[in-house]
Protein backbone atom coordinates (compact mmCIF):
# COMPACT_ATOMS: atom_id res chain seq x y z
CA UNK A 1 0.00 0.00 0.00
CA UNK A 2 1.52 3.41 -0.78
CA UNK A 3 2.12 5.65 1.70
CA UNK A 4 3.46 8.55 -0.08
CA UNK A 5 1.79 10.80 -2.79
CA UNK A 6 4.39 12.11 -5.58
CA UNK A 7 3.42 15.20 -7.41
CA UNK A 8 5.35 14.97 -10.66
CA UNK A 9 3.70 10.83 -11.57
CA UNK A 10 0.85 11.35 -13.59
CA UNK A 11 -1.33 8.32 -15.24
CA UNK A 12 0.02 7.58 -18.46
CA UNK A 13 -1.74 8.07 -21.75
CA UNK A 14 -2.71 4.87 -23.94
CA UNK A 15 -0.30 4.04 -26.08
CA UNK A 16 -2.30 1.58 -28.42
CA UNK A 17 0.52 -0.36 -30.29
CA UNK A 18 0.86 -3.92 -30.98
CA UNK A 19 -1.99 -5.56 -29.14
CA UNK A 20 -3.18 -1.99 -28.23
CA UNK A 21 -3.15 -1.94 -24.71
CA UNK A 22 -0.53 0.16 -22.12
CA UNK A 23 2.98 -0.15 -22.66
CA UNK A 24 2.95 0.14 -18.07
CA UNK A 25 0.74 0.57 -15.63
CA UNK A 26 1.66 2.54 -12.55
CA UNK A 27 -0.38 3.02 -9.69
CA UNK A 28 0.66 5.25 -6.25
CA UNK A 29 -1.78 2.81 -4.26
CA UNK A 30 -0.27 -0.75 -5.34
CA UNK A 31 3.07 0.37 -6.55
CA UNK A 32 3.61 -2.01 -9.30
CA UNK A 33 5.49 -1.12 -12.87
CA UNK A 34 3.81 -3.55 -15.56
CA UNK A 35 5.52 -3.29 -18.66
CA UNK A 36 3.32 -4.97 -21.48
CA UNK A 37 4.18 -3.21 -24.72
CA UNK A 38 7.06 -5.36 -26.48
CA UNK A 39 10.77 -4.30 -27.08
CA UNK A 40 10.92 -1.64 -23.90
CA UNK A 41 13.69 -1.20 -21.85
CA UNK A 42 13.34 -0.60 -18.09
CA UNK A 43 16.66 1.30 -16.73
CA UNK A 44 18.30 3.35 -14.39
CA UNK A 45 18.42 7.54 -14.35
CA UNK A 46 19.28 9.09 -10.38
CA UNK A 47 16.54 7.66 -8.58
CA UNK A 48 13.98 6.50 -11.11
CA UNK A 49 13.24 3.55 -13.13
CA UNK A 50 12.79 5.02 -17.16
CA UNK A 51 10.87 3.17 -19.20
CA UNK A 52 11.99 3.14 -23.26
CA UNK A 53 10.93 2.33 -26.25
CA UNK A 54 13.83 2.78 -28.92
CA UNK A 55 14.47 6.86 -28.34
CA UNK A 56 10.67 7.40 -26.61
CA UNK A 57 10.40 7.86 -22.96
CA UNK A 58 6.92 6.22 -21.83
CA UNK A 59 7.23 6.46 -18.32
CA UNK A 60 9.52 6.95 -15.07
CA UNK A 61 8.72 6.07 -11.93
CA UNK A 62 10.56 6.90 -8.79
CA UNK A 63 12.21 3.87 -6.98
CA UNK A 64 11.22 4.50 -3.16
CA UNK A 65 7.68 4.56 -4.70
CA UNK A 66 7.70 1.21 -6.63
CA UNK A 67 7.11 -2.42 -5.14
CA UNK A 68 7.76 -4.69 -7.70
CA UNK A 69 8.20 -4.82 -11.62
CA UNK A 70 6.07 -7.38 -13.62
CA UNK A 71 7.76 -7.85 -17.20
CA UNK A 72 5.57 -9.28 -20.08
CA UNK A 73 7.51 -10.73 -23.07
CA UNK A 74 9.97 -9.26 -24.82
CA UNK A 75 11.45 -6.59 -22.95
CA UNK A 76 14.49 -5.67 -21.16
CA UNK A 77 16.19 -4.37 -17.86
CA UNK A 78 19.21 -2.74 -17.79
CA UNK A 79 22.07 -4.34 -15.46
CA UNK A 80 22.02 -1.13 -13.40
CA UNK A 81 18.20 -0.78 -12.59
CA UNK A 82 18.32 -4.47 -11.44
CA UNK A 83 20.96 -3.77 -9.13
CA UNK A 84 18.80 -0.83 -7.58
CA UNK A 85 15.83 -2.93 -7.35
CA UNK A 86 17.76 -5.81 -5.49
CA UNK A 87 19.11 -2.89 -3.42
CA UNK A 88 15.41 -1.68 -2.53
CA UNK A 89 14.36 -5.35 -2.37
CA UNK A 90 11.89 -4.87 -5.48
CA UNK A 91 11.62 -7.77 -7.20
CA UNK A 92 11.39 -8.06 -11.00
CA UNK A 93 8.81 -10.78 -12.55
CA UNK A 94 9.03 -12.08 -15.91
CA UNK A 95 6.33 -13.33 -17.78
CA UNK A 96 5.14 -14.49 -20.73
CA UNK A 97 2.45 -12.60 -22.95
CA UNK A 98 0.20 -14.64 -21.66
CA UNK A 99 1.47 -14.10 -18.33
CA UNK A 100 2.62 -17.55 -17.65
CA UNK A 101 5.94 -16.76 -15.41
CA UNK A 102 9.20 -17.61 -16.28
CA UNK A 103 10.80 -16.62 -13.23
CA UNK A 104 11.97 -13.99 -10.63
CA UNK A 105 14.94 -11.77 -9.40
CA UNK A 106 14.71 -11.20 -6.06
CA UNK A 107 17.20 -10.05 -2.87
CA UNK A 108 18.68 -12.90 -1.38
CA UNK A 109 16.57 -11.92 2.20
CA UNK A 110 13.21 -12.33 0.38
CA UNK A 111 14.54 -16.12 -1.15
CA UNK A 112 13.37 -17.49 2.18
CA UNK A 113 9.99 -18.36 2.95
CA UNK A 114 9.13 -16.52 6.38
CA UNK A 115 5.51 -17.07 5.36
CA UNK A 116 5.41 -20.65 4.62
CA UNK A 117 5.87 -21.61 8.80
CA UNK A 118 2.44 -19.57 9.39
CA UNK A 119 0.74 -21.11 6.13
CA UNK A 120 1.33 -24.33 7.98
CA UNK A 121 -0.10 -23.54 11.35
CA UNK A 122 -3.09 -22.67 10.01
CA UNK A 123 -5.62 -24.62 11.90
CA UNK A 124 -8.32 -26.76 10.20
CA UNK A 125 -11.23 -24.58 11.43
CA UNK A 126 -9.04 -21.39 9.69
CA UNK A 127 -8.91 -23.51 6.52
CA UNK A 128 -12.65 -24.30 6.84
CA UNK A 129 -14.04 -20.79 7.16
CA UNK A 130 -11.44 -19.40 4.20
CA UNK A 131 -12.66 -22.02 2.21
CA UNK A 132 -16.68 -21.69 2.92
CA UNK A 133 -15.47 -17.72 1.58
CA UNK A 134 -13.95 -18.59 -1.80
CA UNK A 135 -16.74 -20.55 -2.70
CA UNK A 136 -19.20 -18.27 -1.42
CA UNK A 137 -17.66 -15.73 -3.97
CA UNK A 138 -17.36 -18.10 -6.61
CA UNK A 139 -20.91 -18.87 -6.78
CA UNK A 140 -22.26 -14.93 -5.98
CA UNK A 141 -19.70 -13.83 -8.51
CA UNK A 142 -21.12 -16.74 -10.82
CA UNK A 143 -24.69 -15.52 -10.01
CA UNK A 144 -24.40 -11.48 -10.63
CA UNK A 145 -23.05 -12.34 -14.10
CA UNK A 146 -25.86 -14.36 -14.67
CA UNK A 147 -28.28 -11.57 -13.64
CA UNK A 148 -26.69 -9.53 -16.02
CA UNK A 149 -27.26 -11.98 -18.77
CA UNK A 150 -29.99 -12.45 -18.00
CA UNK A 151 -31.40 -8.67 -18.90
CA UNK A 152 -30.74 -9.71 -22.73
CA UNK A 153 -31.39 -12.76 -22.54
CA UNK A 154 -34.59 -13.90 -20.49
CA UNK A 155 -34.27 -17.37 -20.75
CA UNK A 156 -35.95 -20.42 -18.23
CA UNK A 157 -32.43 -21.42 -17.86
CA UNK A 158 -31.34 -18.49 -16.52
CA UNK A 159 -33.63 -18.57 -13.78
CA UNK A 160 -33.46 -22.05 -12.87
CA UNK A 161 -29.58 -21.44 -12.41
CA UNK A 162 -30.28 -17.99 -10.67
CA UNK A 163 -32.16 -19.53 -7.76
CA UNK A 164 -30.06 -22.77 -7.92
CA UNK A 165 -26.66 -21.24 -6.95
CA UNK A 166 -28.72 -18.45 -4.50
CA UNK A 167 -29.99 -21.68 -2.80
CA UNK A 168 -26.25 -23.16 -2.57
CA UNK A 169 -24.90 -19.72 -1.20
CA UNK A 170 -27.38 -19.91 1.46
CA UNK A 171 -26.19 -23.42 2.66
CA UNK A 172 -22.47 -22.96 2.54
CA UNK A 173 -22.13 -21.14 6.11
CA UNK A 174 -23.43 -24.69 6.94
CA UNK A 175 -20.75 -26.85 5.70
CA UNK A 176 -18.29 -29.03 8.06
CA UNK A 177 -16.05 -30.26 5.41
CA UNK A 178 -14.40 -29.20 2.48
CA UNK A 179 -15.63 -32.64 1.14
CA UNK A 180 -19.03 -30.68 0.91
CA UNK A 181 -17.60 -27.43 -0.04
CA UNK A 182 -16.25 -28.80 -3.15
CA UNK A 183 -19.43 -30.28 -3.42
CA UNK A 184 -21.09 -27.61 -3.29
CA UNK A 185 -18.95 -25.74 -5.62
CA UNK A 186 -19.43 -28.43 -8.35
CA UNK A 187 -23.39 -28.36 -8.19
CA UNK A 188 -23.19 -24.50 -8.47
CA UNK A 189 -20.47 -24.85 -11.54
CA UNK A 190 -22.72 -27.53 -13.10
CA UNK A 191 -26.34 -25.22 -13.02
CA UNK A 192 -24.24 -21.68 -14.21
CA UNK A 193 -22.41 -23.68 -17.02
CA UNK A 194 -25.74 -25.28 -17.92
CA UNK A 195 -27.37 -21.52 -18.38
CA UNK A 196 -23.89 -20.11 -19.61
CA UNK A 197 -24.76 -21.89 -22.95
CA UNK A 198 -28.05 -20.08 -22.97
CA UNK A 199 -26.04 -16.90 -23.45
CA UNK A 200 -24.73 -17.98 -26.36
CA UNK A 201 -27.73 -17.54 -28.12
CA UNK A 202 -26.98 -16.36 -31.97
CA UNK A 203 -23.77 -16.35 -31.76
CA UNK A 204 -23.18 -19.15 -33.85
CA UNK A 205 -21.37 -21.22 -30.91
CA UNK A 206 -23.18 -24.06 -28.96
CA UNK A 207 -21.98 -24.86 -25.41
CA UNK A 208 -23.40 -27.93 -23.73
CA UNK A 209 -21.66 -28.24 -20.74
CA UNK A 210 -18.31 -27.78 -19.21
CA UNK A 211 -15.50 -30.27 -20.79
CA UNK A 212 -11.66 -30.03 -19.96
CA UNK A 213 -8.29 -31.69 -20.65
CA UNK A 214 -9.22 -31.65 -23.28
CA UNK A 215 -11.27 -28.73 -24.25
CA UNK A 216 -13.79 -30.53 -26.49
CA UNK A 217 -15.37 -27.85 -28.47
CA UNK A 218 -14.22 -23.72 -29.30
CA UNK A 219 -16.08 -22.16 -26.38
CA UNK A 220 -14.36 -24.80 -23.42
CA UNK A 221 -11.27 -24.15 -25.53
CA UNK A 222 -11.66 -20.45 -24.56
CA UNK A 223 -12.55 -20.96 -20.98
CA UNK A 224 -9.74 -23.17 -20.73
CA UNK A 225 -7.28 -20.63 -22.21
CA UNK A 226 -8.62 -17.88 -20.22
CA UNK A 227 -8.30 -20.05 -16.70
CA UNK A 228 -4.64 -20.70 -17.90
CA UNK A 229 -3.80 -17.41 -17.89
CA UNK A 230 -5.28 -16.40 -15.21
CA UNK A 231 -3.94 -19.15 -13.17
CA UNK A 232 -0.42 -18.59 -13.66
CA UNK A 233 -0.49 -14.76 -13.18
CA UNK A 234 -1.98 -15.63 -10.09
CA UNK A 235 1.07 -18.16 -9.10
CA UNK A 236 3.32 -15.76 -10.14
CA UNK A 237 1.86 -12.85 -7.83
CA UNK A 238 1.61 -15.98 -5.11
CA UNK A 239 5.66 -16.37 -5.20
CA UNK A 240 6.28 -12.73 -5.44
CA UNK A 241 4.28 -12.11 -1.88
CA UNK A 242 6.23 -15.31 -0.64
CA UNK A 243 3.75 -17.04 -0.02
CA UNK A 244 4.23 -21.28 -0.56
CA UNK A 245 1.84 -21.83 -3.28
CA UNK A 246 1.39 -25.27 -2.48
CA UNK A 247 -0.28 -24.68 1.15
CA UNK A 248 -3.80 -23.76 0.54
CA UNK A 249 -7.34 -24.07 2.34
CA UNK A 250 -9.60 -25.09 -0.30
CA UNK A 251 -7.72 -27.00 -2.86
CA UNK A 252 -5.49 -30.47 -1.48
CA UNK A 253 -1.82 -29.40 -3.29
CA UNK A 254 0.99 -31.71 -4.30
CA UNK A 255 4.37 -31.36 -5.80
CA UNK A 256 2.66 -30.66 -9.46
CA UNK A 257 -0.24 -28.58 -7.96
CA UNK A 258 0.00 -25.15 -6.83
CA UNK A 259 -3.39 -25.03 -4.62
CA UNK A 260 -3.51 -21.69 -3.62
CA UNK A 261 -3.59 -20.51 -7.57
CA UNK A 262 -6.60 -22.87 -8.01
CA UNK A 263 -8.30 -21.17 -4.14
CA UNK A 264 -7.29 -17.63 -5.49
CA UNK A 265 -9.12 -17.99 -9.33
CA UNK A 266 -12.58 -18.95 -8.49
CA UNK A 267 -13.66 -15.57 -7.03
CA UNK A 268 -12.21 -14.53 -10.97
CA UNK A 269 -13.71 -17.19 -12.88
CA UNK A 270 -16.69 -15.60 -13.84
CA UNK A 271 -15.58 -11.91 -13.95
CA UNK A 272 -12.76 -11.92 -15.34
CA UNK A 273 -12.71 -14.94 -18.08
CA UNK A 274 -16.18 -15.61 -18.65
CA UNK A 275 -17.06 -12.20 -19.11
CA UNK A 276 -14.20 -12.12 -21.79
CA UNK A 277 -15.56 -15.31 -23.40
CA UNK A 278 -19.25 -13.56 -23.73
CA UNK A 279 -17.91 -10.50 -25.46
CA UNK A 280 -15.85 -12.16 -27.78
CA UNK A 281 -18.62 -14.29 -28.97
CA UNK A 282 -21.43 -11.87 -28.51
CA UNK A 283 -19.27 -9.54 -30.30
CA UNK A 284 -18.66 -11.79 -33.37
CA UNK A 285 -14.85 -11.37 -32.67
CA UNK A 286 -13.79 -15.41 -32.92
CA UNK A 287 -14.19 -17.08 -36.43
CA UNK A 288 -15.24 -20.99 -35.24
CA UNK A 289 -13.47 -22.33 -38.68
CA UNK A 290 -10.25 -19.86 -38.44
CA UNK A 291 -9.48 -19.41 -35.09
CA UNK A 292 -9.38 -23.63 -33.63
CA UNK A 293 -7.82 -26.36 -34.26
CA UNK A 294 -8.70 -29.83 -33.39
CA UNK A 295 -5.76 -32.58 -32.17
CA UNK A 296 -5.37 -34.88 -29.52
CA UNK A 297 -8.37 -35.80 -29.19
CA UNK A 298 -9.72 -31.74 -28.22
CA UNK A 299 -10.24 -28.27 -29.74
CA UNK A 300 -7.43 -25.78 -28.62
CA UNK A 301 -6.73 -21.84 -29.82
CA UNK A 302 -4.55 -21.54 -32.57
CA UNK A 303 -2.33 -18.80 -33.02
CA UNK A 304 -5.10 -16.27 -34.41
CA UNK A 305 -7.64 -17.30 -31.91
CA UNK A 306 -4.66 -16.91 -29.11
CA UNK A 307 -4.27 -13.17 -30.52
CA UNK A 308 -7.40 -12.76 -30.40
CA UNK A 309 -8.22 -13.68 -27.05
CA UNK A 310 -5.22 -11.77 -25.59
CA UNK A 311 -6.26 -9.26 -27.20
CA UNK A 312 -9.36 -8.42 -25.48
CA UNK A 313 -8.29 -9.96 -22.22
CA UNK A 314 -5.46 -7.42 -22.24
CA UNK A 315 -7.65 -4.93 -23.31
CA UNK A 316 -9.82 -5.62 -20.07
CA UNK A 317 -7.24 -6.16 -17.31
CA UNK A 318 -5.69 -2.70 -18.29
CA UNK A 319 -9.19 -0.96 -18.04
CA UNK A 320 -9.46 0.82 -14.27
CA UNK A 321 -12.43 -0.44 -11.99
CA UNK A 322 -13.48 1.61 -9.28
CA UNK A 323 -12.68 -0.02 -6.14
CA UNK A 324 -13.61 3.29 -3.40
CA UNK A 325 -15.12 6.78 -3.57
CA UNK A 326 -11.91 7.94 -4.98
CA UNK A 327 -9.93 5.32 -5.95
CA UNK A 328 -9.44 3.61 -9.42
CA UNK A 329 -7.21 0.86 -10.06
CA UNK A 330 -6.61 -1.43 -13.38
CA UNK A 331 -8.23 -5.54 -12.92
CA UNK A 332 -4.20 -6.54 -12.89
CA UNK A 333 -4.16 -4.88 -9.63
CA UNK A 334 -7.72 -6.52 -8.37
CA UNK A 335 -5.24 -10.05 -8.42
CA UNK A 336 -2.58 -8.73 -7.02
CA UNK A 337 -4.88 -6.77 -3.91
CA UNK A 338 -6.60 -10.64 -3.42
CA UNK A 339 -3.00 -11.88 -2.97
CA UNK A 340 -2.16 -9.60 -0.03
CA UNK A 341 -5.59 -10.35 1.67
CA UNK A 342 -4.36 -13.70 1.72
CA UNK A 343 -1.15 -12.72 2.87
CA UNK A 344 -2.78 -10.62 5.91
CA UNK A 345 -5.25 -13.83 6.55
CA UNK A 346 -1.77 -15.62 6.61
CA UNK A 347 -0.42 -13.22 9.13
CA UNK A 348 -3.79 -12.66 10.87
CA UNK A 349 -5.61 -15.66 10.58
CA UNK A 350 -8.25 -14.23 12.96
CA UNK A 351 -9.30 -11.61 10.37
CA UNK A 352 -10.07 -14.22 7.53
CA UNK A 353 -10.19 -13.62 4.11
CA UNK A 354 -12.68 -11.57 1.77
CA UNK A 355 -12.78 -13.16 -1.63
CA UNK A 356 -13.18 -10.29 -4.64
CA UNK A 357 -17.21 -9.72 -5.09
CA UNK A 358 -18.32 -7.90 -8.16
CA UNK A 359 -19.82 -4.59 -7.52
Known amino acids: MGDAHPTTLKAP ?50 LPLTEQILIFGKSQVTTQAIRACLWRDIPIVYLSRLGY ?20 EISLVERLLVARAIVRGKLNNSRIILLRQQRRYPAE ?31 GAASYFTAFGACLQGTGFVFAGRSRRPPGNPVNALLS ?46 PIVDSVVLWLL ?8 KDFEYRDGGCFLNESGRRKYLTAFMQRMEEEV ?25 YNPAYGYQPYQIR
Open 101 to 120: CYGRIIAIERGYRHLARYQQ
Open 282 to 289: GSRVMDAD
Open 13 to 62: RPLGEGLGVRAFHYTEIMRTLYVSQQGCYVGLRQECLEVRRKDEVLARVQ
Open 322 to 346: KVAEDERQPRWDLLMQQVKKYRQFV
Open 157 to 187: ALSLAIQRLGYLIEQIPQTDTIEQLMGYEGA
Open 225 to 270: FGYQVVWNHLLALIEVQGLDPYQACLHEGSARHAALASDLIEEFRA
